[in-house]
């Protein structure tokens, strides 16, 4: 059993950075590929970002590359995400995830994911 708590969400202006941080429970954090999801009002919860095992591979939906920016520190058992060059469109909860599995692909759907967070509100205005 992991259990992820999420930090770090709060009101920015656009064009402001904000860090993200989940951390997870339990001595096995490097057997987990870690992933960041986001669910606007109204909307599904949709891929952001993944990172492997190691964090050597990575992997982003295409709406926030080269702004956002997933990582790891196994040691502190934390998977973080890096958001720069907020836009009001990015305004959504941020669920971090966990999916048992070490592997050189990265899941984007929610079922591949097999624990989550509470999740963290990211609020940018305009």
């Known amino acids: 059993q992991v259990q992820l708590v999420e930090s770090g969400g709060q009101l920015v202006q656009a064009g402001g950075s904000l860090r993200l941080s989940c951390v997870a429970s339990?001595?096995?954090?490097?057997?987990?590929?870690m992933g960041w999801f986001l669910q606007a009002p109204g909307k599904l919860r949709e891929f952001v970002a993944g990172?492997?095992?190691?964090?050597?591979?990575?992997d982003y939906t295409d709406s926030v590359k080269g702004r956002l920016t997933i990582y790891r520190d196994n040691a502190k058992n934390t998977v973080y995400l890096q958001m720069n060059s907020l836009k009001p469109e990015d305004t959504a909860v941020y669920y971090c995830?966990?999916?048992?599995?070490?592997?050189?692909?990265?899941?984007?759907?929610?079922?591949?994911?097999?624990?989550w967070g509470q999740g963290t509100q990211v609020t940018v205005s305009s």
């Open positions: 995830a966990a999916r048992r599995a070490r592997e050189l692909v990265i899941k984007s759907t929610l079922g591949e994911y097999n624990y």
């Open positions: 339990g001595r096995t954090f490097s057997s987990y590929a």
């Open positions: 990172v492997n095992w190691s964090g050597n591979i990575r």
